[in-house]
């Protein structure tokens, strides 16, 4: 059978930064070891006065097309996901080939294209639209291009607005891709929630403590969907798990839990015995209130082991590298994941081709989604062509009434005008509000 995957991935950072223990956390009066280390973050990404969610995806993409010698006719279907769209009807992604067709001798009238929604997971959602439309025969040899792009802004005074950014993520997938091949099994765990939403608003209405519980269960289901399909999952099978990280501090919490789900009947469980005692088992408490106190302290104790922790440093922790500098860029979110452990193997000189990477994607309303995939033989070339570290240190960075204004200038009901605090360099700029924006 024919592999399917992501042959090349190419991310563009908004241009500002927010340094949130430095410039973030002293107007809100809070310890900057809220952010550091409770949260995980240093710094978000914010875009400039003439970035937006179409500059960005367009940028990216027009990045990754140049890269790969990409034309126009290679290009069979574009997809963007994102939770950011301003426009109810027309898709983000017919303005991002109105900019590419600025550029290229051709157009995109032969490409289909499409906006997928939901919340975070979208990104993932469509990269399956492409699989299942390639290895349905319905390509005509043409790869996909698959774009996550997003503004996380949360309104001013929010919780969440410790946890905004901005960034997009496109990826281009094809057959006999480079970068990882997609496993056919999937998990997952969906239900009605409304711990996150955004009913006709631009800012998320949150019950952010209930988001990290809803994120949590439906990633418990998900693993468990996944094992259903795919079999049990083991603790050495895979090299790293890159996760929907809104905030690293997320993650450490989704890692424990994936950890003893993993490890349970295992002779890791067995190993942890004389130290922490066996996992807690539902027959053996008079109640569940009983049980889930037995599980709270349990995990409690897995979490300090030394062979939990070491697991996290090596499976966990450099997945989290880009996102502790750009904030959440919720439909990117995971992609930036897999890319920050890539970028690390690739520096420790770690060989990964035809290692598996465990891929946890989540999305409020809420829907969370396990797969596999196996690193691909040209990962290599793929990761070294990667300048994210480079932009992430190019970006200007704000002072906090930068950032009110620059937050002021992103609110489509403000939409005040800004001077821009860098200077656009061969690149698309979004150039005024309305139906008719042009961005050139
Ligand atoms: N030193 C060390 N740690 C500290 C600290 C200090 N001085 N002060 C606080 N902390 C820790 C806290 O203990 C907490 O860690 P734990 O959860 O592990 O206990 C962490 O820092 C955050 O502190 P608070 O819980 O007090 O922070 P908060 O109440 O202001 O907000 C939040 C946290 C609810 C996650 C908020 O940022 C939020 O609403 N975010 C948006 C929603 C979100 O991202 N939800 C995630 C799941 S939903 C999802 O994933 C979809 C998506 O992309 C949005």
């Not at 996909?144 to 001013?156: C, G, K, P, Q, S």
């Not at 990280?245 to 009947?265: E, I, N, Q, S, W």
Request: proline letters at 4%; hydrophobic letters at 35%; aromatic letters at 10%.
């Amino acid at each position: 059978m024919t592999a399917v995957g992501i042959d090349a991935v190419e991310i563009w950072t908004g241009k500002l930064k927010l340094d949130l223990p430095e410039t973030f956390a002293p107007q809100k009066g809070d310890d900057p070891a809220k952010y550091t280390k409770g949260l995980g973050l240093r710094a978000s990404s914010f875009p400039d006065a003439y970035e937006d969610i179409v500059t960005m995806a367009s940028n990216a993409a027009y990045k990754l097309m140049e890269r790969k010698g990409l034309e126009p006719d290679d290009i069979g279907r574009i997809d963007v996901a994102t939770e950011s769209a301003f426009d109810n009807s027309k898709p983000v992604s017919t303005y991002v080939a109105g900019c590419l067709e600025e550029v290229y001798d051709e157009d995109f009238h032969h490409a289909n294209k499409g906006e997928r929604k939901f919340a975070c997971i979208a990104g993932t959602q469509s990269i399956d639209d492409a699989y299942n439309w390639i290895k349905a025969g319905r390509n005509r040899g043409r790869g996909a291009l698959v774009i996550a792009t997003d503004t996380a802004l949360y309104a001013r005074g929010d919780a969440g607005e410790a946890t905004q950014g901005a960034g997009a993520v496109a990826m281009y997938i094809t057959e006999d891709p480079s970068l990882v091949e997609l496993s056919h099994a999937q998990g997952y765990g969906s239900a009605d929630e409304t711990d996150f939403l955004k009913p006709n608003q631009q800012f998320p209405s949150v019950d952010g403590k209930r988001s990290v519980q809803v994120y949590l269960s439906r990633m418990r289901e998900a693993l468990e969907d996944y094992e259903s399909v795919a079999g049990d999952v083991e603790l050495d099978g895979f090299e790293y798990a890159p996760f929907h990280t809104p905030f690293p501090g997320m993650v450490r919490k989704a890692a424990l839990l994936a950890y003893r789900h993993v490890v349970r009947d295992t002779e890791h469980e067995d190993a942890l015995a004389d130290e922490i005692g066996r996992q807690p088992r539902p027959g053996e408490f008079e109640d569940d209130d009983a049980y889930q106190e037995a599980i709270r302290e349990y995990m409690d104790a897995l979490g300090d082991t030394e062979q939990y922790q070491d697991w996290y440093a090596e499976v966990i922790d450099p997945t989290l590298s880009i996102s502790r500098e750009v904030g959440n860029w919720y439909t990117g979110s995971v992609h930036i994941a897999r890319m920050s452990a890539l970028l690390e193997a690739a520096e420790e000189g770690t060989e990964m081709a035809g290692e598996t990477l465990l891929v946890g994607s989540y999305g409020s309303g809420a829907q969370a989604e396990i797969h596999a995939e196996t690193v691909a033989d040209g990962w290599k070339d793929e990761i070294e062509a990667c300048d994210i570290y480079d932009q992430i240190e190019d970006r200007y960075d704000i002072s906090f009434s930068e950032y009110e204004q620059v937050h002021d200038r992103h609110n489509h009901e403000k939409r005040v005008e800004l001077e821009p605090f860098t200077q656009p360099e061969g690149e698309f700029v979004f150039d005024g509000w309305g139906p008719m924006n042009e961005r050139k």
